[in-house]
Structures are given as structure tokens and as C-alpha cells.
């Protein structure tokens, strides 16, 4: 019986779809210095990761061929030497699409979250909503409506479209900016069934920071600095940033600047350039919703990454 073992967790439904097929299923959470060891202890064939466990050359080469498959369950897989394994014949699958839909619905909750200042206030009124009830009224006073604004979205891949998707239901105005300027046919379903078809002709980067109200970041590549300090300036005053796309895409060195002296009025994060340990200076900012890390984190995308992941392994490995 082949044995997968789901580091990061798997969903009930990607386990009980691998169970059936005869696969065992080992949810055992091992730690890194001891995945090497526990692998080969347990005849482990199929190696299932989120974005905690890392899937190095070295690990690679210590499996001595027993390693068949590699699975991200999510869409980057900047923590697994990919081109490496895949060399090494080893099948290296993810889930780009499972959980779209919920990485741009956290984008929307962090945005309606900082134009009505909730990510302030929900932590100031359980503390001083008694005795400074009128002041927090007036503090949180200035908020605005989405309705009419422009978002930018960089990067109009699968999430960059759930997030237009969203957009134009809340009657925003969209640009957009991708690899190639190109023209992209849109549908956006409705639940009754109806849909509506439109397009996004995408531009550069620059001119989304340029005409942008809200600035969201869809792109691939942990480390790679897209936007900082020259990028922020090009933006609109008062303007924000989303950043739940990789720990540092977003300098928050330059953001954090941009917030201080006013550039920018809002930003929120989902991730971070040092993970699991945000810099204090980016935890404590007054200006930043924050969030650790849950962009894929619904039950719904749980299940669609569990199943979407257990078809690929059955396919493959069976």
C-alpha cells in the first residue's frame, strides 16, 4: 500500500478520496529537522506540504528514490525545488485553482475592513468603547465606499480575475496588469445561473499604481521585490495596498515608510518577508490590517485542494 504522508494537513474529503482508491494517509505533523528520518522510517512515497515544510535538494537526494511524488496544496510552490525533483523524476503537482475564490474574498474583507477603519476600532472599543465612545465615533468618522473607486490588480491570473470578478459586483472600476498587455475575456456567474460577459484589456504596472484608488498584488515569486519605495510614489495619495500574494513582493520597509509620513492612508497583509515571524515594527503599526497567513484558509478551499490533490495522486501513482 502506498503511504502519502500530508504534512501540512489534508482536507476529510482529499482523505477519504485517497483512502478509497487504497492509499494510506498519514497526517502526522513532522518537523523539518526530522522529516528525513521519519520518510524512510515509514516507507513514505507521496509527500503532500502547504507553505510551512520545505521540499529541498537535500531531502530530495536522502529519499534515494523512494520520494514519487511531491504535492503543494495551493498554487506557489516556492518552497519545493521543483525543476530539481522533476529531473529526479519525481511528480511535483499543486492546486492553482482551488482556492481563488478565497484568497480574493480575504483581499475584499481587508479592504471594506480599512475604509470603515474596523481593523482599528475592533480592537479600540472593547478597550475604551465606555469612556471614549464619542471620541472613537468621531476618530472613525472618515470612511469611504468602495463604489466607484478603482482597484488595481497585478497580476490577472486566476485570483487577479475572482478579484475583478468581485469588483465589478461592488461597481468598481478595474485596471489591470499582467506579463503581456492583453485583451481578457471576463465571465462573471451569478447565482441564479445568469452570467455576464465582459473584458479587461491590461496594461503596465506602473500605470496601475499611477490610477489606482486600491492597489491588491496576485503574483508568484517569494522574495522579489515588485513594489517598493520608487513604485509606492508613483501611487495616488492616500491611496492602499493588499499584499496575499508572497512575503515580500510588497517591501514593507518602503511601506511602512509610506504609511509613517502619509503617502499612503491603508495597507493590509496576509503575508510577510519573515515568516512565521513577522517584524514587530510591521506587527505593531497602527496603519496595517494584518492577518497570518489565511488567504486559502476556508473550508470550502480546504476541500477543493484536498480532492483536487487526491485525483492528481490517484492518477499519477495508482
Known sequence: MKKVLANDGISPAGASKLKEAGFEVDETRVAQEQLEHYMK??????LLVRSATKVRKELIDSMNGQLRLIGRGGVGMDNIDVKYAKDKGIHVINTPAAS???????????LFGMVRFLFDSNQKMPLEGDTRFKEL????????EVKG???????????????????????????????????????????????????????????????????????????QTLIGKKEIEMMKDNAAIINTSRGGVVSETALLEAL???????AALDVFENEPTPAMQVL?????SLSPHIGAATLEAQDRIGEELADQIITLLK
Open 137 to 144: 465615533k468621531k476618530n472613525y468618522a472618515g470612511g469611504i
Open 149 to 223: 473607486k478603482t482597484i488595481g490588480i497585478i497580476g490577472f491570473g486566476r485570483i487577479g480575475k475572482e478579484v475583478a470578478r468581485m469588483a465589478y459586483g461592488l461597481g468598481m472600476h478595474i485596471v489591470a496588469a499582467d506579463n503581456k498587455q492583453q485583451e481578457v475575456g471576463l465571465e462573471i456567474p451569478f447565482a441564479d445561473g445568469q452570467k455576464l460577459t465582459t473584458k479587461v484589456t491590461t496594461t503596465t504596472i506602473e500605470e496601475v499604481l499611477k490610477v489606482a484608488d486600491f492597489v491588491t498584488v496576485h503574483i508568484s515569486g517569494a522574495g
Open 260 to 266: 509613517e509620513n502619509g503617502k499612503l492612508r491603508y
Open 41 to 46: 522510517e515509514h516507507q513514505v512515497s507521496a
Open 100 to 110: 481563488s475564490r478565497s484568497v480574493a474574498e480575504l483581499v475584499f474583507a481587508h
Open 284 to 288: 505593531m503599526n497602527p496603519y496595517l
